[in-house]
Structures are given as structure tokens and as C-alpha cells.
């Protein structure tokens, strides 16, 4: 395991390497001039090209990205051009509100997707599978935005129980969580009862039900325990897409997570902001994906890594 964790690790570099040079491309591809925006609307020619010096944009791309990288291996990702921060700092800053937010709408979203699809498979075409499955496509069906603002709507506006945006208390992670972690409920709920219902056919569970093993026995620990290896992966693909992906449910809340943060470096051209997001999204993939591989060989002790 412990050669396994360090080969995978090493491979995190080259992933890395390769990221940063479609970022890099990316960013530059987009329209617009940022040393126009830092100098204003009101700047001369002249202000601008001293800006666009200043910021190191009148070097030649490969110089810049050469740059980019030695600088980001040292630690230093830059300064904002909007704010004239440091990177690290901006990020550091609304890294905590996107991960609490993630993390508290995924362990809901989890649980209440497990039960829902384990529920309806074990009464698989009963009342409780059609009531269940039809929860589940309305919360893949329902737009997040849309879903958001109809929140604010009813138990902010009307009922004032939640404040509408903001960020600092329990109350503040209500509706957020409520809007992000709906849609993975119910592809959580989908997926566990596909994943239950084909395990359920296996032989082994025949045989142990054959055997006269109480019922509740054959599903929790035979059929439940082998079907959490792929509910694992979905989990973890979720997480990692909700932990980089929560981009409309930070703007309709007005969050200060990191996915509000790239709209805004979007929006003004922050090159070393969109760069360092991106690539801190690209290692968090990498490590969850690390973490599912682990979790496997906990989950399945005949799991193992060479």
C-alpha cells in the first residue's frame, strides 16, 4: 500500500505539468485586457503599456509561463490583479466556505441518498421504489438556480427562518447546502439502487439467503457491503464536483467560496487567480480519487495495491 500511495502521489506532477499548461493557454485565449482593467477606464496608451509592463504581459507567452512555473514551485502563485493580494491569500480566504459547504451538503445528500435507494431497491416495485425513484428524477430534473431563489423565496422572504446570503452561521448553511445537495441525493439514490439490485442477483446472496440468513443480515452486511465500492466512486466524483463546481449556488447565495471567487477573476481577467483555482481544483480531483482507491481496500480487505 505504502509503494502504491507514493507511485500515485509521484504521478500527481506530470497531471499537474499538463494542467497548468492548458490553463495557462486558456486564460491567455481569453478575450479582453487585463492591464486595461488594472489601469482603468480613463487610462492613456501610454499608462496602459506601463501596466502591461509592470504585470509582465509584454513578454513572450513561453516566458511568462516559464515564470509561472518556477514561481508556483517555490509557493508563490502570484498577485491578484484585482485586489494587488497575494494569491494564497485570496484563496486561503474562501477555501474553508466552499469546503464546509460541500462537505455538510454531501454527508446529508449521501445518507438521504442511500436510504431513499436502498429503500426502493429492497421493495423493489412497490409504492416505496415508485415514490422514491420519482423523488430522485425530480431532484436530477430541478435547475439549482431556479431551486435556489424559490428557497429564498419561500423560507427567507416569506417565512424569514434563513437569511438570504452571507456567510458565519448554521442558519447561513441551510438553503446553500439544501440547493447543492439535493441533485446528489438523488443521482446517490439512483445509483445505490442500480448498484443494490445488481449485486442482489449474485449467487452468493442466494446462497446465503438459501442458508436461512436473516434478511436484514443478507442486506446490510452482504449486498450493502459489496455495493458501496462503486457507491464510493460516486461519492467521490460528487464531492470533488461540488467542491470545484458550486459556482451558481455561490452566486445565488452571494457565498464567499472560491467558486464566486473564479467568476469574479473571470470577470476582470485575473489571470494568476484563475491559474492557482484550476490547478487547486485539478489536486483536488487527484488526491479524492486517491482517497476512493484507499477507501476501496478498507471497504473490500481483498482489495490490495502492489
Known sequence: MFRYLIHRLLGILPVLLLV??????????LPGDPARLVAGQDATDQDIAAVRAALGLD??????????VWNTLHGDFGTSLKTRRAVSEEIGERFFPT?????????????????????????????????????????????SFWLGLL?????????GWFPT???????????PSITLG??????MARFTRSSFIEIAREDYIRTARAKGAFE???????VLRNALIPIITM???????????????????????????????????DYPVIQAEILLFSLEFILINLIVDVLYALVNPEIRYR
Open 20 to 29: 497548468s499548461v492548458l490553463v495557462f493557454a486558456f486564460v491567455h485565449l
Open 59 to 68: 513578454r513572450p507567452l513561453w516566458e511568462q509561463y516559464v515564470t509561472y
Open 99 to 143: 469546503f464546509w459547504l460541500t462537505l455538510i451538503s454531501m454527508v446529508w445528500a449521501t445518507l438521504l441518498g442511500l436510504v431513499i435507494g436502498v429503500s426502493s431497491a429492497v421493495r423493489r416495485g412497490r409504492w416505496q421504489d415508485h415514490g422514491g425513484m420519482l423523488v430522485a428524477v425530480s431532484g436530477i430534473s430541478l435547475p
Open 151 to 159: 428557497l429564498i423565496d419561500w423560507f427567507s422572504v416569506r417565512l
Open 165 to 175: 446570503s452571507g456567510y458565519g452561521t448554521l442558519a447561513h448553511f441551510v438553503l
Open 182 to 187: 439535493v441533485g446528489v441525493a438523488a443521482v
Open 216 to 222: 436484514r443480515l443478507v442486506v446490510w452486511k452482504h
Open 235 to 269: 461519492v467521490g466524483l460528487q464531492f470533488g464536483f461540488l467542491l470545484g463546481g458550486s459556482i451558481v449556488v455561490e452566486t445565488v447565495f452571494a457565498w464567499p467560496g472560491l467558486g464566486r471567487l473564479l467568476v469574479d477573476s473571470v470577470s476582470y481577467r
